[in-house]
Nanobody
Framework: QSQLVESGGGLVQPGGSLRLSCAAS????????IGWFRQAPGKERERVAC????????NYADSVKGRFTISKDNAKNMLYLQMNSLKSEDTAVYFC????????????WGQGTQVIVSS
């Protein structure tokens, strides 16, 4: 089956930056819409950023616009989330996900990587 594995999480100070990576296997990343999600303690899962398979559609949650950037390297089958100007409220477990063909409905998820923004 398709698999996604996140990495790059950790502890960072407010105002700092992190780049999360998501390694995809079992499918060609460039053929599907993909996204980054996060879930903080006591909160619902939130869509942080998503991108269509072609890259022509990219959306960000209002809370991260101007600070986060989703990107992918189709040749390496890798998905990234560059996070800048991090805030304490960005603390969450971050997940990458793959959508179904021609859809924004996600069918495969990574295990998550913890991001803690704290001084």
């Amino acid at each position: 089956q398709s698999q996604l594995v996140e990495s790059g999480g950790g502890l960072v100070q407010p105002g700092g930056s992190l780049r999360l990576s998501c390694a995809a296997s079992g499918f060609t990343l460039g053929h599907y819409a993909i996204g980054w999600f996060r879930q903080a303690p006591g909160k619902e899962r939130e869509r942080v950023a998503c991108q269509s398979s072609s890259g022509e559609i990219t959306n960000y949650a209002d809370s991260v616009k101007g600070r986060f950037t989703i990107s992918k390297d189709n040749a390496k089958n890798m998905l990234y989330l560059q996070m800048n100007s991090l805030k304490s409220e960005d603390t969450a477990v971050y997940f990458c996900a793959k959508a179904k063909s021609g859809s924004w409905a996600y069918d495969y998820w990574g295990q998550g990587t913890q991001v803690i923004v704290s001084s």
